[in-house]
């Protein structure tokens, strides 16, 4: 029934089930995220999005399924070991340290490559020095190259929402993921904004090699960013495709607008 | 994201501060480094005595501050560990180990029986570290009273040590001030490395937002089992150091009412500072020898008058004065020159974007996987 993992897949979900008591959330989703691709992940309200995310995460535990990242096994992986697997995450509602700075929100992106423990950290060696210095510098020139230097020591809570999604992008890109999931990027961004968000992602999926994963709503940018999307209706996979398809499939405009009066003919 | 036309500042490793702030800090800091070397030699043993107790507490404050004020998991039994520390030394006092054994384990034994707790603790979830840190003064004490073979029951221990060597012309007094500072400036330094860097960083996404921790590497579990064991350790330390100045412990020491008032000192002082932990020592030692002065029968609620007062008037904590001042200043001054810009100030958490919440919403909750 389900297919083989594809071998050329940086991700592979497999039969990925998930329920909360006795609710289905998810119902046996499949697909695959070529490498370096950008796939959108779409669908109405509910459909399950976020909680695939989650489970692709480690911070939900899927019932039944297989979910291989790189080709690892991870569905019993706990979260905080995926980072160190390749994989970062954005949340749909960027949760930043709104009393720190910029960088130092972004500098948590470096956590889990960092070395030493809290012994080496105690006592400022001058190794862990090092290290520290050369995360800041990567954390800066990331925050420059996404448009915020200048904003790298203002605390956080001085800047718009907008920015904070910014700020939470460059956090993940310092985890140096091969695998970066995006959970609604573009939610409460202008339109320039969402423009730059497109240009920033782009580039940084070249440049870092990067395979993206992106649920979002805003179909311009799933336009203009995905390969692939993948449609969940209900917990389940409705159809897969490019954006373009997926726009004129009668399931897909089914699922979001309802059903057509008097069109009625079971899909 | 706004476009990059502001001038990117150029690549600093320090966040810049205005050059009067930190003028400002190093000529403060420099004059309470010369009073605190200074101050012993031209006072009382009674000064000296409370001088050496401001360091004994802040020790035990600055432990507090790394599990509650950085790590932000409420513990109410900090007062355990600083009994069970002193303990310890009186244990080696009376069976002559050497001082240095004594120091070593009085920070070792807490730390190993502050891992064991947060092991099983810290898998609980709100209040039940709470919970859980709150029973153990309350065991503590009648544990102390029992084992009097280790404690010496209700009278306690009382020992004699730690004399000024006759070499150095030192009162005892004066020794053992100076014996304690040199331990919590030791402690202070290697707390204040700690929270700067990777692992302060993980301690304080484990208060904001567990989900962004484990999304970041970061196991809750394992931070809040690290923190709380540091914090231990340095319970005990400071016990070691309490030993040193007062040359007494029973069950006294530990009792629930002393974790209480530090968690009220660390408040007091500022949560999450290093600086503010200092502060809330001078707080939890000053004030209620103050308020004794004012008027012994009423030292309790002159104590917790204040208490409140500095709570209503500064709830960040001492350590937030000055930062205060200077958003009032400021503050005045845009109301004169320009329309009052609201941007720097704490109160309103600013959100320039309408739509946009100003504080996150806190992510999906989230099934906190143990090792």
Request: proline share 6%; glycine share 10%; net charge positive.
């Amino acid at each position: 029934m389900t297919a083989p993992p594809a071998p050329d897949a940086m991700l592979s979900v497999r039969g990925v089930s998930l329920r909360f008591g006795g609710i289905t959330v998810l119902d046996d989703v499949s697909f695959d995220a070529p490498r370096g691709g950008i796939l959108g992940l779409v669908g109405p309200n509910g459909a399950g999005k976020t909680s695939l995310f989650n489970c692709i995460s480690g911070h939900y535990q899927p019932a039944a399924g297989s979910i291989l990242v790189d080709g690892t096994e991870t569905v019993r992986t706990p979260a905080w070991r995926m980072a160190r697997l390749g994989l970062a995450r954005t949340f749909q509602h960027p949760a930043l340290r709104l009393d720190a700075t910029v960088l130092e929100n972004v500098l948590l992106g470096a956590h889990s490559w960092l070395p030493g423990g809290p012994v080496a950290w105690a006592l400022r060696l001058p190794t862990t020095r090092r290290h520290e210095r050369e995360a800041r510098a990567r954390a800066l020139e990331l925050v420059e190259r996404t448009g915020l230097g200048w904003a790298a020591h203002t605390r956080a809570d001085e800047l718009s929402h907008g920015l904070h999604k910014g700020v939470e992008l460059c956090r993940a890109l310092l985890a140096r993921p091969k695998l970066l999931l995006l959970d609604e990027p573009a939610a409460g961004l202008s339109h320039a904004e969402v423009e730059q968000l497109i240009g920033t992602v782009r580039a940084v999926r070249q440049e870092f090699d990067l395979t993206v994963v992106v649920v979002e709503h805003h179909m311009g940018l799933i336009s203009a960013l995905t390969d692939r999307v993948v449609v969940l209706d209900h917990g389940a996979k409705l159809m897969e495709g490019t954006a373009a398809q997926a726009q004129s499939d009668p399931r897909v405009v089914e699922a979001y607008l309802g059903k057509e009066v008097g069109a009625g003919e079971p899909a | 994201m706004a476009t990059a036309t502001r001038p990117a500042p150029a690549a600093t490793t320090t966040p810049p501060r205005s050059v009067v702030t930190r003028a400002a800090a190093a000529v403060a800091g420099l004059a309470v480094a010369v009073v605190l070397v200074v101050a012993p030699l031209v006072s009382s043993p009674y000064i000296n005595f409370q001088l050496a107790s401001i360091m004994v507490f802040a020790v035990a404050l600055l432990g507090l501050n790394v599990i509650m004020g950085y790590t932000g998991q409420v513990s109410l039994g900090q007062s355990a560990f600083l009994g069970l520390g002193a303990y310890i030394t009186a244990y080696g006092v009376l069976n002559d180990w050497p001082i240095a054994l004594s120091l070593l384990l009085s920070a070792v034994v807490p730390a190993a029986v502050g891992m064991l707790v947060a092991l099983a603790a810290a898998r609980l979830r709100g209040l039940a570290l709470a919970m859980i840190t709150l029973a153990l003064p309350i065991i503590g004490v009648p544990l102390a009273r029992r084992f009097d073979g280790f404690t010496g029951g209700s009278q306690g221990q009382v020992v004699s040590w730690l004399r000024a060597p006759e070499s150095l012309g030192l009162a005892n007094d004066q020794w053992r001030y100076y014996v304690v500072a040199v331990i919590a400036l030791v402690a202070f330094l290697l707390v204040r490395n700690l929270v700067r860097g990777r692992i302060g960083r993980s301690f304080a996404i484990v208060k904001e937002n567990e989900a962004v921790a484990l999304s970041m590497g970061v196991s809750p579990y394992r931070t809040k089992v690290l923190a709380f064991t540091i914090a231990s350790a340095l319970g005990g330390l400071s016990g070691f150091m309490y030993l040193a100045v007062v040359q007494y412990t029973s069950p006294e020491t530990l009792v629930f009412a002393t974790s209480i008032n530090l968690v009220a000192a660390m408040v007091i002082g500022g949560s999450a500072s290093i600086v503010g932990t200092a502060l809330g020592a001078l707080y939890y030692v000053l004030v209620p020898v103050l308020a004794g002065q004012v008027n012994s029968s009423r030292t309790a609620l002159i104590s917790g008058a204040v208490l409140l007062a500095v709570l209503f008037v500064l709830p960040a904590g001492l350590v937030s004065l000055p930062r205060r001042l200077a958003r009032r200043r400021s503050a005045r001054r845009g109301t004169r020159t320009a329309p009052h810009d609201t941007a720097d100030d704490a109160a309103t958490p600013t959100s320039t974007d309408g739509s946009a919440p100003a504080v996150p919403a806190p992510a999906a909750t989230t099934t906190d996987q143990h090792p």
